[in-house]
């Protein structure tokens, strides 16, 4: 372990988040470190005594596992690499004789396969060797902070979440059902969650769901959209920037990493992340410690829960090598999967009929009878695939709102389908040609008016066409991302608005 009283751990240590937990706590924490290097386990007994944890250490893998057995430690700390009982044997039978025990690895050969290996087999962080004192202080002192939070949940258990607000996420199916149990479940602790599905299934909605059943609810939640800023503003908006930093930074400022502190930040399409920032991100997971663009110093200590979300799947991002492995499975401590509104049965009905009388009373009022859907406007609803999913179904529901008459009986005809919704897509030769209006003007103002309604039909539908994701989207029109995301800003367009097709 490196000396306590160098620069860096001066620094750190001074800095107020460090303290996570309090020490009266702290007495009620048990931890075990298990290291057959004596100096180096005496080292850490010593620095976590200091901080008030009740600390017992053993030499031996067998002498670890028989402790693990007879007693419950709340932490514990053990060597990867043993010659008896190894790290990795210790840490899976904790999983299955304590599974509710945070266990670190130390290692001093931190390979990413290694770090991986644990990680999938339940560790909950690991500890490269050499460590700093002070490293080893934040590293324990966060999961003790994620002791104390699994503790007030399981006191605070019996209450259950009959009284709380889930009224954003719609639906009844199974697998909504599933997700929102798995959702209420997590939400408890501080496991970080990695939420997958397609284009407007409702990552974000579960997401809040999650960081409102949570702890740290009073706390904010931060969103960064991974694939809608380029590399260097990405960095400066998550880490923040010290004045100087760059061309038109002229002053400090804070990252969302510390505007979430205390809370929870939402990576959204994290495989879209640029692998510089993958790695400046795994090591404020790993140690908790922000340092902002252009600082040459440790900025703050920050506690943050991480939720990701992506609309494409990370496990091929991983082996294509655009996300790193190691943070992927530092970030899906616990995946959640959201099914297509495909796979929802009658979700597609019940969802229909709550947007018909929310747009009916927004657009309408409430003096006015309400429509009704017909069976067969009901079995065309249920027939089509909705690739856009709720977010397509809602679009289409209040399209069609707006063009109906009070009472009226919906038919299949009143609701608009995918393409109408996109407002034309390349192969619309009639919309695509210029109008009389146009043929009118002068020849350079009839060209920049075609020019740029092919560029807002042409970007429409490319972002479709890429489901959601520019960086596909860029590759597919052979140009960088920066370029697509100004002609983009050019026309008024957002990714979010733009419904995906089907792949």
Known sequence: MKPAGSASDT?????????????????????????????????????????????????????????????????VLTDLYMTDV????????????????????MTGNPSVASNVQALQAGAWDYLPKPFSATHLQI?????????????EARGSAEQGAEGDDDSLVLGDSPALRRVLEISRRVAATDASVFITGESGTGKELIAQLIHRHSRRRTRP????????????LLESEMFGHVKGAFTGAVRENAGLLEAANGGTLLLDEVSEMPKSVQAKLLRVIQDGV?????????TAVVNVRFISSSNSDPEQAVKDGVLREDLFYRLRVVPIRLPPLRERGDDVTQLATIFLNRYWLRHRG???????????????LRSRAWPGNVRELQNAIEHAVVMLEPGQVIQPDDIPTG???????????????????????????????????FERRYLTWLVAQAGGNMSKAARLAGVDRTTLYRLMERHGLQRETITVLPE
């Open 86 to 105: 190894s790290g990795m044997e210790l840490l899976e039978a904790t999983m299955q004789f304590a599974p509710e025990t945070i266990v670190i690895v």
């Open 11 to 75: 620094l750190v240590a001074s800095a107020p988040e460090t303290a996570l937990v309090s020490p009266e706590f702290r007495g009620s924490v048990s931890i075990l470190v298990i290291d057959d290097e004596r100096t180096l386990r005496e080292s850490c007994k010593l620095v976590l005594d200091a901080e008030g944890y009740r600390v017992d250490v053993c030499s031996r893998g067998d002498d670890g596992l028989e402790l693990v057995r007879r007693r419950r430690y709340d932490i």
């Open 221 to 232: 939640m931060v969103a960064v959209n991974c694939a809608a800023l380029p590399e260097g």
């Open 366 to 380: 409430a003096g006015l009878a309400a429509p009704r859907f017909s069976d067969a406007a009901v079995a065309a």
């Open 290 to 298: 922000v340092r902002r663009v252009g600082s040459s110093t440790t």
């Open 419 to 453: 393409g109408a919704l996109r407002g034309g897509l390349p192969g619309d030769e009639a919309a695509a040609f210029p109008s009389d209006e146009t043929l009118g003007q002068s020849y350079h103002a009839a060209r920049e008016q075609v020019l740029a309604s």
């Open 139 to 151: 590293l324990v002192g966060r999961a003790a902070h994620a002791v104390s939070v699994a503790r």
